[in-house]
């Protein structure tokens, strides 16, 4: 019995160019090698298979009826193979049948989730998106095991993450539209007296939201931000336009969740008393995945749909 782990398969392919080419002058052409090299081959397989294979006549080397046998079999195998690392080394998003899993915050399934999928059915009508929360602490776990395929957001880089950064984002608050006594700015006395909506952790927002374009802390806002009066704190920003379109207190969110808002009607943007830079939106996967053909084309679709958007 042939144990083909004791065949060197390289041959297999000497093998099926002598059998097209039925010349070992020919065959070592084709293949960028030394007639020497192709008869030492030729000779290895024939005493790996126990046949002669190819039979030198007068009309050139013709095959045993062996060597014809398993030809066909050693061809499509070859062929499957080459279609195999051919379709590893790119990725067509047209005829594409794969899933990705993407985590994200709420704040990205309601700025960026809706245009992701948009373009996605455009260009890509067989890729499947599932979303999972962004979850800062399994992040890195969930990347690495390839579980994740991109998270999109900001977390704490490790060296073997990579990272690509999107765009930096600030703040603004929202009131609603016709709110009594908020124009189009925030005071400093307005925003330490007003009542507000905090989503999140309380003592979060006073570090985060409120750095100055130098990137130092404005200690004045920092101190009204610790300060300020809470009325409600809720877990995420699902809730918060219905909220705001329904009370007197403010809230303060991301540049572009407040203009999905805003652009519903639900709520009015007015501008905090620090024009502020807060923080840059990456996308993040493993490097182990770098370059994989699918996590590399879904990066440069996000890229293109989100990179270097200004939060001005």
């Keep these: 019995m042939i144990?083909?782990?004791?065949?060197d398969l390289n041959l297999l392919v000497v093998f099926e160019a002598l059998m097209q080419e039925r010349n070992v002058t020919r065959t070592a052409n084709r293949l960028g090698l030394s007639q020497p090299a192709i008869s030492s081959a030729l000779r290895r397989l024939r005493q790996s298979l126990g046949d002669p294979l190819l039979?030198?006549?007068?009309?050139?080397?013709?095959p045993t009826p062996h060597a014809?046998?398993?030809f066909l079999s050693v061809a499509q195998a070859l062929?499957?193979?080459q279609n195999m690392l051919q379709t590893g080394t790119s990725f067509a998003p047209s005829r594409a049948q794969r899933s990705f899993n993407v985590m994200m915050s709420d704040i990205g399934e309601i700025v960026y989730l809706?245009?992701?999928?948009?373009?996605l059915q455009q260009d890509a009508p067989g890729v499947h998106l599932s979303v999972r929360?962004?979850?800062?602490p399994r992040v890195h776990e969930e990347l690495a095991s390839g579980s994740v395929d991109?998270?999109?957001?900001?977390i704490d880089r490790t060296d073997d993450l990579c990272r690509d950064d999107l765009f930096q984002e600030k703040f603004v608050g929202i009131v609603r539209p016709k709110h009594p006594r908020i124009g189009k700015r925030l005071s400093l006395s307005q925003f330490s007296s007003e009542w507000h909506l905090v989503v999140g952790r309380h003592d979060f927002g006073s570090d985060t939201f409120f750095r100055s374009s130098d990137g130092d802390l404005d200690q004045g806002l920092a101190r009204a931000a610790r300060q300020r009066k809470v009325a409600i704190q809720v877990p995420h920003f699902l809730a918060v336009p219905h909220i705001i379109a329904n009370t007197d207190l403010i809230c303060v969110v991301p540049r572009q969740l407040g203009q999905v808002y805003a652009d519903l009607g639900q709520v009015r943007i007015v501008a905090l008393p620090v024009d502020s830079v807060s923080f840059t939106v990456s996308q993040f996967w493993h490097k182990r995945f770098d370059n994989d053909p699918g996590n590399m084309w879904l990066r440069t679709v996000i890229r293109e749909l989100f990179g270097r958007r200004s939060g001005k």
């Design 3 to 7: 144990n083909i782990r004791n065949i």
């Design 55 to 62: 039979i030198r006549t007068r009309g050139g080397m013709r």
């Design 68 to 70: 014809e046998q398993i």
């Design 79 to 81: 062929d499957s193979v």
């Design 114 to 119: 809706p245009r992701l999928i948009q373009q």
């Design 133 to 136: 929360r962004l979850a800062r």
């Design 150 to 154: 991109l998270a999109i957001g900001w």
